[in-house]
């Protein structure tokens, strides 16, 4: 019988020195050494499956990745040292001058940018869809379009689009799906099992968990995962090795992580929900939120993430923010700690107004990444904040 998703996260380890160390080593080395000249030759025309150079593959990135591929269900996959890099060398090795990519219009800040500001200099060019209407993508899909892009759940609104859906249409129309997984991580949703080509991660976010790393991986079949690394190994946006060796040990507690993250998440939301000074809260297995049947089908859980937004706008949203005492105000999340920010002002400023609120970021949009704190103090933490902010001065 096989094993369970999670004990391959703890369980899979590639190598072990002559030292039988139980957790693995870092592989600190830029490079490999070979025997002799015809050694040499024979790695570099890629006859013998071996590490070369740390920019193409290294121990302990083949291990991060190898963890990834068994819980995402993929075949093969690139790991880089963020997770733009991730995005950015999937759409570049596998786009050429002249296509054209669909994308949701809620998607993280940077990969927006990459879309609307870098990618038309080399006449890639991509057109969005309303995340709350993926009924509409086919209007959207032209001759030259390749790539289907979406997140589920988005960032940081918390959408929720139907996995399975995009698929049956990417599949339609001969296009690639590729979904930004980093929200659920795969212990909650594995986007390939619902028809997904590709799979990325920010590994900086709930992999790591722990703030300490950036990272990114990109997994899916071995056919598309070649081009990238064919692109990526002469580009150099490769993971470190040490980031790789802590996020292989991360992910040996993931799925614990995980499901406390979205236990905390859940009760964190039913509890903002019952205050009447928040005007909506987002959660995906609230029964309130829009797609919760959906949520309930492609995911397990509902991951770390939870939106809201205070009556009063940004003017209260603010003043809630400075009223935080335990909380961090930080760009991170699936950290630990519970982390708070605020979109509209921070990772989605570079968009125009109309551009976030066809994002659903509305300018007193608070976004929590519930942590591992107790649910207790978190609550407490939140509760004092909202009356702090409610007082007039
Ligand atoms: C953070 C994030 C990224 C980018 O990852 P970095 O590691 O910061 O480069 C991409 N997509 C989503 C959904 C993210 O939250």
């Given at each position: 019988m096989s094993k369970k998703p999670e004990t391959l996260a703890i369980r899979t380890q590639l190598s072990r020195t002559e030292n039988q160390e139980h957790s693995v080593p870092v592989y600190l080395t830029s490079s490999f050494v070979f025997d002799d000249a015809e050694d040499m030759r024979a790695s570099f025309a890629e006859e013998k499956d071996r590490n070369i150079y740390s920019r193409f593959s290294n121990p302990n990135t083949s291990e991060f990745i190898e963890k990834i591929c068994l819980l995402e269900g993929a075949q093969d996959g690139f790991a880089t040292a963020t997770g733009m890099a991730a995005v950015f060398s999937t759409f570049a090795a596998l786009l050429q001058s002249g296509d054209h990519i669909v994308s949701a219009r809620s998607v993280f800040g940077s990969t927006h940018t990459l879309f609307t500001k870098c990618f038309p200099k080399w006449n890639i060019t991509t057109d969005y869809f309303d995340t709350l209407k993926p009924e509409t993508i086919e209007q959207y899909i032209k001759p030259n379009t390749k790539i289907l892009y979406a997140e589920s759940p988005t960032n940081p609104a918390v959408d929720i689009l139907d996995l399975a859906y995009l698929s049956q249409i990417a599949k339609k129309h001969k296009l690639l799906l590729v979904i930004d997984n980093c929200f659920a991580t795969p212990v909650l949703q594995q986007p390939i099992k619902f028809g997904a080509d590709l799979v990325i991660h920010s590994a900086t976010k709930m992999i790591d968990g722990q703030g300490r790393v950036l990272g990114g991986v990109v997994v899916g079949t071995s056919e598309l995962i070649r081009e990238i690394y064919l692109f990526a190994r002469n580009t150099g946006p490769a993971l470190s090795p040490f980031n790789a060796w802590l996020l292989s040990k991360s992910i040996e507690t993931l799925h614990v992580r995980a499901e406390r993250h979205s236990e905390n998440a859940l009760k964190l939301a039913t509890f903002l929900e019952n205050d009447a000074r928040i005007k909506f809260v987002k959660y995906p297995f609230l029964p309130s939120h829009p797609a919760y049947e959906i949520a309930k089908k492609q995911m397990k859980?509902?991951?770390?993430?939870?939106?809201?937004?205070?009556?009063?706008?940004?003017?209260?949203?603010?003043?809630?923010?400075?009223?935080?005492?335990?909380?961090?105000?930080?760009?991170?999340?699936?950290?630990?700690?519970?982390?708070?920010?605020?979109?509209?002002?921070?990772?989605?400023?570079?968009?125009?107004?109309?551009?976030?609120?066809?994002?659903?970021?509305?300018?007193?949009?608070?976004?929590?990444?519930?942590?591992?704190?107790?649910?207790?103090d978190i609550k407490a933490d939140i509760l004092q904040a909202l009356d702090a902010s409610a007082e007039v001065h």
């Amino acid at each position: 019988m096989s094993k369970k998703p999670e004990t391959l996260a703890i369980r899979t380890q590639l190598s072990r020195t002559e030292n039988q160390e139980h957790s693995v080593p870092v592989y600190l080395t830029s490079s490999f050494v070979f025997d002799d000249a015809e050694d040499m030759r024979a790695s570099f025309a890629e006859e013998k499956d071996r590490n070369i150079y740390s920019r193409f593959s290294n121990p302990n990135t083949s291990e991060f990745i190898e963890k990834i591929c068994l819980l995402e269900g993929a075949q093969d996959g690139f790991a880089t040292a963020t997770g733009m890099a991730a995005v950015f060398s999937t759409f570049a090795a596998l786009l050429q001058s002249g296509d054209h990519i669909v994308s949701a219009r809620s998607v993280f800040g940077s990969t927006h940018t990459l879309f609307t500001k870098c990618f038309p200099k080399w006449n890639i060019t991509t057109d969005y869809f309303d995340t709350l209407k993926p009924e509409t993508i086919e209007q959207y899909i032209k001759p030259n379009t390749k790539i289907l892009y979406a997140e589920s759940p988005t960032n940081p609104a918390v959408d929720i689009l139907d996995l399975a859906y995009l698929s049956q249409i990417a599949k339609k129309h001969k296009l690639l799906l590729v979904i930004d997984n980093c929200f659920a991580t795969p212990v909650l949703q594995q986007p390939i099992k619902f028809g997904a080509d590709l799979v990325i991660h920010s590994a900086t976010k709930m992999i790591d968990g722990q703030g300490r790393v950036l990272g990114g991986v990109v997994v899916g079949t071995s056919e598309l995962i070649r081009e990238i690394y064919l692109f990526a190994r002469n580009t150099g946006p490769a993971l470190s090795p040490f980031n790789a060796w802590l996020l292989s040990k991360s992910i040996e507690t993931l799925h614990v992580r995980a499901e406390r993250h979205s236990e905390n998440a859940l009760k964190l939301a039913t509890f903002l929900e019952n205050d009447a000074r928040i005007k909506f809260v987002k959660y995906p297995f609230l029964p309130s939120h829009p797609a919760y049947e959906i949520a309930k089908k492609q995911m397990k859980m509902g991951g770390s993430v939870v939106a809201f937004e205070l009556e009063g706008g940004i003017s209260r949203g603010r003043k809630f923010l400075d009223a935080i005492k335990m909380c961090s105000l930080s760009a991170n999340l699936g950290d630990t700690r519970t982390i708070i920010t605020h979109p509209a002002s921070t990772t989605h400023s570079k968009l125009t107004d109309a551009e976030r609120l066809e994002s659903g970021i509305t300018a007193g949009l608070v976004r929590i990444s519930v942590g591992l704190e107790h649910i207790d103090d978190i609550k407490a933490d939140i509760l004092q904040a909202l009356d702090a902010s409610a007082e007039v001065h």
